[in-house]
């Protein structure tokens, strides 16, 4: 079944770092965007950052100069290097896909199951 893989999550102490990888297997014809959001216990979920087919990437302030994406399109990949993590930086981080569903068009999103990020103090 075409999905969204995640991988990278873990443990890490303050200040240390983690990367993250999705692959889409499938899910979308033809993918015009990628990316990583997250959503911490009690809290929304909030975007991280994302890339497009074009290379344009677009941060969430509490990314900028700590994180970076990264994609590799023709494997419809993307990772999020996540450096000098902080005790504000723990939550379920979710990889994210749009673009045209199929060769007929449609808009189609898709959501991974979410990976686990813990920093401890």
């Known amino acids: 079944q075409a999905r969204l893989v995640e991988s990278g999550g873990g443990l890490v102490q303050a200040g240390g770092s983690l990367r993250l990888s999705c692959t889409d297997t499938?899910?979308?014809?033809?993918?015009?965007?990628m990316g990583w959001y997250r959503q911490a216990p009690w809290k929304q979920r909030e975007l991280v950052a994302t890339i497009t087919t074009g290379g344009i990437t677009t941060y969430a302030y509490s990314a900028k100069g700590r994180f970076t994406l990264s994609s590799d399109h023709a494997k419809n990949t993307v990772f999020l290097q996540l450096n000098h993590l902080q005790p504000q930086d723990p939550a379920v981080y979710y990889c994210?896909?749009?673009?045209?569903?199929?060769?007929?068009?449609?808009?189609?999103?898709?959501w991974g199951q979410g990976t686990l990020v813990t920093v401890s103090s």
């Open positions: 499938g899910s979308i014809f033809a993918i015009n965007e």
């Open positions: 994210y896909a749009e673009g045209v569903s199929d060769p007929t068009g449609g808009f189609l999103e898709v």
